[in-house]
Each structure stands twice: as structure tokens, then as C-alpha cells.
């Protein structure tokens, strides 16, 4: 087995953690540590093949380093901020949903075999539903306001 996928595994877990704790740091670190294994590997794949769509994937995840960079803004349950956590879930959701498309259209080589490809699916699958859960959690007002957790 890859070892790459034995490593993404663990901010895959981390951001699963952070949805059951309803902890925003221990989430958004997840996404954001998922990009920094994605973003080299997509750009080390492009420099070896020259292929621009491994430049695209690894911009694409770049956005997602910087939509889930932690930070430690207060939840202060206002419209604006809601909007704005509704928003950035929508767009990480999305670009985990485009990784599952992109994971399942991808040959099986010899870097990539199924059971890599399967689990990186998951992966993916999991990160692009778990934003949804945040979704549901910020719109029905499950979220405590004014907390850092």
C-alpha cells in the first residue's frame, strides 16, 4: 500500500475528530493539513510529467489550504459570520467532491492501483461530506456562539 495514503489518513481522522467534537480548530487543521500532502505531490507529479492538470489539481488544493487555514476567529453567531463558514464549507465540500470524480477517472498504474485509488476516493469522500455536516450544525444553530472551540 502507498504510504501516502496511510499518512492522509490521519488529517482525514483529525477533521472527522473535529466534526464529533464540534471543534472548528481540530477540523479546519484536517482540511488544511490534506492540502499540504496534495499540493506537493500534485506538484511534484507535474514537474515529472508536465501534465498542466497536475499544476490545476494542486492550485485547486492550494485553495483549500487557504480556505481551512485555523485560525482562532471567534464564532459569534452573527449572519455575516454564518454566511461566511456556510460558504467556505460549501467550497471545501466541493473541491473534496471534485477529488472523488478526479480519484475515480484516474487510470490504475503502477503508482496508483485500485485499492489506493479506492481509498483515496474515501478519503476524499469523507472530506467533501463532512463540510456538510458543519452546514447543518451552523443553520440550525447547533454551534455554540462565542467560543474558540
Known amino acids: ?5 496511510i499518512v492522509a489518513g490521519i488529517p482525514t481522522a483529525l477533521a472527522l ?9 481540530f477540523f479546519l487543521t484536517g482540511y488544511f493539513l490534506y492540502a499540504l500532502i496534495v499540493v506537493p505531490n500534485e506538484i511534484m507529479t507535474y514537474n515529472a510529467t ?3 492538470a497536475h499544476l490545476a489539481y494542486a492550485f485547486l488544493w ?3 489550504a487557504v480556505l481551512a487555514f485555523p485560525n482562532r476567529l471567534n464564532y459569534d453567531g452573527t449572519k455575516v459570520f454564518k454566511s461566511f463558514g456556510i460558504k467556505v ?8 467532491l471534485f477529488g472523488v470524480l478526479l480519484v475515480q477517472a484516474m487510470p490504475a498504474s503502477l503508482e496508483l492501483t485500485e485499492t489506493t485509488k479506492s481509498i483515496a ?15 447543518f450544525l451552523m443553520t440550525t444553530d447547533r454551534i455554540p456562539a462565542g467560543t474558540n472551540d
Not at 17 to 25: E, L, S
Not at 89 to 96: D, E, H, K, Q, R
Not at 121 to 135: C, E, K, R, S, T
Request: charge should be positive; charged fraction near 10%.
Open 121 to 135: 476516493a474515501a478519503y476524499h469522500g469523507i472530506l467533501a461530506v463532512l463540510p456538510l455536516v458543519g452546514v
Open 17 to 25: 475528530f473535529g466534526v464529533i467534537r464540534k471543534n472548528r480548530m
Open 62 to 64: 492550494g485553495v483549500q
Open 89 to 96: 464549507f460549501l467550497s471545501l465540500s466541493a473541491v473534496n
Open 50 to 52: 508536465g501534465e498542466v
Open 1 to 5: 500500500m502507498d504510504p501516502l495514503v
